[in-house]
């Protein structure tokens, strides 16, 4: 059965987005750089956050099915974009990443041979992953207040 | 020219993720039904998060080259997905969201037809919405501590 997942998000600037999920809420913005007041981590930051949190829950559910233990996940998450699209420049590049490098460093018992079979099972299994990896349809609907 | 964003993480429990990008920390976890203590918003929350920062950047940049008045954006965005892949239960369907509806309002001087192709300009140059939208590759290194 499916679940479903929502949140609401209000502009509060140009930049800068109060999105509340459940009793969270989280302030999206951008830096000075990028016409912000860098009062949050900025969208595409925010996207890497939810890849890291995501590798963490589906890496220790597998490492647990798996009967290997894990003590630690560490990872350094980065990407590159051309900012030339979304600021309507240029439509040569895309707009988004090109690409995700996540470089994770795990403290387990596990060998190497056992550790790389958990990892293509993560990356396999990770809602996150899968939705940045794969496409997924977006559908905007827009009404005036 | 291209422009890196980059976050660090580190697993706090096995569904307790805390992400630092620049000065910001977020955290990131799972609510009780999906065996979590519920100290922050979780993964596919946070992409939800991501998309809707990045369509009020967007959203208002496009307005300004097109000379329209946002007075404010308001979103309700959700999406379903089917558990069963990542918990190890079923291949049958994928992993992340099948598909992430986002319903907006916009109070803005602008008519309908405008805003229409405002819309359109936004969904291409998003960042966010390209790297769910389409493909994006995720490579994932690993090593032992």
Redesign the interface.
Known sequence: ???????????ES????V?K????E?I????PS?G?D?K???????????????????????A??MGIK?D????????????A????KSDAE???????????????DAG?ET??KW?KAV???????????????????????
Chains 1, 2 share one sequence.
Do not use: H
Request: proline content about 6%; charged content about 20%; aromatic content about 4%.
């Open positions: 059965m499916d679940i479903s997942f929502s949140v609401t998000a209000s502009s140009p930049t800068r987005t999105v999920a459940r009793n969270f989280m999206v913005d951008e830096p990028l912000g860098d949050g981590a900025n969208p595409v930051e925010y996207v890497l956050a939810a890849l890291a949190g995501c590798l963490n829950v589906v890496g220790n559910l597998v647990k099915e894990i630690s996940i560490q990872m350094d998450i980065s990407g590159d974009l051309n900012p699209k979304f600021q309507g895309r707009a988004g990443y090109k690409k995700i490098r996540v470089a994770m460093k795990v403290k387990s190497e550790l790389v990892k990356e396999a299994r990770c809602p996150v992953s899968d939705n940045i990896a794969n496409p997924t349809p977006v559908e905007i609907t827009l009404s005036k207040m």
